[in-house]
């Protein structure tokens, strides 16, 4: 299993365009081969965005397609790019 966080500051607009948004992004990144979470939250005017997968070929295609959504969502926002940490993960629980 691998995550990817993704931290937005100064992302008011995205986290507005995500809650806008939400079936579109829930089908664009559910469809990731080996998709197995996704959870965005906000901080003040920072998003952290955390999504799991089977493997890192499925964390890397989800920041990609991340990256094309918030260009092609928010064009005025072009310096919204995120600090990333991704890795494997060793602990996961879930109910």
Known sequence: MYSVVRHYTNAAALGAALVKFEPEVHQLLSTVPGFVSYAAMPQNA????????????GTEESSRRASGWVAEHLPSESNLKPEITEGKTFIQFAE
């Open 46 to 57: 920072d998003v952290t965005t955390i999504t799991m997968c089977q493997d890192r070929s």
